[in-house]
């Protein structure tokens, strides 16, 4: 066993023993390992420890403290996530900060005992990250979504990801960014997804992975979780998750949408290859992304031609 993980119980809890470390499976953005720890009195408790990666450290060096104080606002507003435990500073243990947060005793689903229940649990649980007080975040660290975007359409690539219309998304989004502020700014989580949330019994127990949240327009999180249920459920269960948040959010103004849609299109640009899918799995998504995109451009009276592979 890694002595640095005996030594990072040793500061969480003096009196704790350490009894195991373990990988956890899944992380991309981060190291994930969970720990095991016995109090004198015989109770056991498990963490997770979250190591940042140097792409999320190079985009926010602080990431590490950033995620523990939102975890924290988070948890005081009363929504399922893990609880933060500890803050490790960068130390000869570790050369950078990381993260101590609750184990949730959970898994994620990808196929569902109960598809109509799964939705509507996802559903419900952004609209309630999407309700959270303004006032709680109005000094907090986290950056506007609106201006990752921008950022985003700045950085055009010589050879645009035509399979997945990279070039047709950026020009529709282009002639009419920055985009009018429709609704009031919302906490996003913003990599809202179901491989994001936990499960047991068939009960939305937490979710996670908290290092892209902002500010800005709930519709980003919204179109970001349409695409990503199209992708793993089909048009029938994205249509019926749309149904379930906008019945739930009534107030919110929902006429940019399909621009909202396309800025998630976007996301996957240039990058679907990389993400080790097997064939069958990355010709669906391909297919689904194409109508994705479709939908989005009839709302918007656009004219759309399917790109040649």
Not at 76 to 87: I, K, N, S
Not at 146 to 157: M, V
Not at 180 to 205: C, I, R, V, Y
Request: negative net charge; proline residues 6%.
């Amino acid at each position: 066993m890694d002595e640095k993980w005996s030594l990072l119980a040793h500061n969480m809890n003096p009196q704790a023993k350490l009894l195991r470390a373990w990988e956890l499976k899944g992380g991309i953005s981060a190291q994930v390992t969970a720990l095991e720890m016995e109090s004198p009195d015989g109770t056991k408790k498990k963490v997770v420890v979250r190591e940042h990666g140097q792409a999320d450290l190079k985009r926010n060096p602080q990431i590490a403290s950033d995620e523990f104080k939102l975890l924290q606002i988070l948890k005081t507003a009363g929504l399922p996530t893990p609880t933060p435990y500890h803050l490790e500073a960068s130390s000869d243990i570790f050369p950078t900060p990381c993260l101590v947060i609750e184990f949730i005793e959970g898994q994620t689903v990808a196929t569902p005992a109960d598809l109509s229940s799964f939705l509507q649990q996802v559903a419900e649980v952004l609209t309630r990250i999407h309700s959270v007080d303004p006032s709680m975040l109005a000094d907090t660290f986290l950056p506007k979504q609106e201006e990752a975007i921008t950022e985003k359409l700045h950085k055009t690539s010589m050879n645009l990801d035509q399979s997945l219309d990279e070039g047709l998304i950026r020009e529709v989004l282009e002639s009419v960014w920055p985009l009018p502020q429709a609704n009031a700014p919302s906490l996003l989580h913003g990599d809202f997804w179901p491989g994001n949330t936990m499960w047991k019994d068939e009960k939305l127990a937490a979710v996670i992975d908290w290092e892209d949240a902002g500010i800005g327009d709930p519709l980003a999180d919204f179109g970001n979780a349409r695409l990503e249920i199209l992708w793993g459920f089909g048009v029938q269960a994205m249509n019926d998750f749309t149904l379930h948040y906008q019945a739930a959010v009534t107030k919110l103004d929902y006429t940019d949408l399909p621009y909202w849609d396309l800025c998630a299109a976007l996301r996957p640009a240039s990058n679907l290859s990389a993400w080790g899918l097997d064939e069958d799995t990355e010709r669906i998504m391909r297919e689904r992304h194409s109508l994705f995109v479709r939908q989005a451009c009839e709302k918007l009276n656009i004219p759309y031609a399917r790109h040649a592979e």
